[in-house]
């Protein structure tokens, strides 16, 4: 089974401070990707990576930054926290789709729910 | 980027058929429709993919309609197991994801 596994499931932090939040596969997945959940409004992308050092922004970047420097991690960083980016924090991986289908499964993590005081 | 709609929240018994749909008036000819499941602190999982008319795996069918604005999540004979968030996701590639806002269905006796 794919397992993806995230550092913490819960994590309180002040505002100003800055946050790491790592994330780590385990079935040699190209892309990796950062969600935030919100309730009402469902899922939304912060940032995808397709390959090592590689990164492209998703809908919601600002405020956030990523690092892969490995293909089996990838870490979410929010530089400097504020109490809007209190949510939870979704990692998934997925394989690069040998199909015409635009994306192979997604497989994710249980969560980090994040509180920013 | 595709825009979904889906109704905030359903309600049905044991053993009845549910129908989840999902509106995307804009989506591109190239993006796949996608829908997940997700139960209480767990993140969601893989349901069932198409791009148009009707998939059937062992767990659902997903019905799209030739203009592919829609897409139906049908889940056959429900049990409360299936109570959980299902999410429906039109898939352009790479950072191009557009996940619904969910709807929760709640399964009774």
């Known amino acids: 089974d794919v397992k993806v596994t995230q550092s913490s499931r819960y994590l309180v932090k002040r505002t100003g401070e800055k946050v790491f939040l790592e994330c780590v596969q385990d079935?040699?997945?190209?892309?990796m990707f950062w969600y935030r959940q919100d309730p009402g409004l469902g899922l939304r992308l912060i940032y995808f990576?397709?390959?090592?050092?590689?990164?492209e922004k998703g809908d919601i970047p600002e405020g956030y930054s990523v690092s892969r420097e490995k293909k089996e991690r990838f870490s979410l960083i929010l530089e400097s926290a504020s109490t809007n980016q209190t949510s939870m924090y979704l990692c998934?991986?997925?394989?690069?789709?040998?199909?015409?289908?635009?994306?192979?499964?997604?497989?994710f993590g249980p969560g980090t729910r994040l509180t920013v005081l | 980027l595709a825009k979904t709609t889906q109704p905030i929240s359903m309600d049905s018994y044991e053993g009845q058929e549910v129908n989840i749909t999902c509106s995307h008036n804009?989506?591109?000819?190239?993006?796949?429709i996608t829908w997940y499941q997700q139960f209480p602190s767990q993140g969601p999982r893989f349901i069932i993919q198409?791009?148009?008319t009707k998939v059937t795996n062992e767990v659902a069918s997903l019905f799209i309609p030739a203009d592919r604005k829609s897409s139906t999540l049908s889940l056959p004979r429900v049990s409360l197991s299936d109570t959980a968030v299902y999410y429906c996701?039109?898939?352009?590639?790479?950072?191009?994801?557009?996940f619904g806002t969910g709807t929760q269905l709640k399964v009774e006796l």
């Open positions: 998934a991986s997925s394989s690069r789709s040998g199909t015409a289908r635009p994306t192979d499964t997604q497989y």
């Open positions: 079935m040699d997945h190209e892309n």
């Open positions: 990576s397709y390959d090592v050092k590689m990164k």
């Open positions: 804009n989506i591109a000819t190239n993006d796949y």
């Open positions: 198409g791009y148009k």
């Open positions: 996701l039109i898939e352009g590639g790479g950072n191009k994801l557009t």
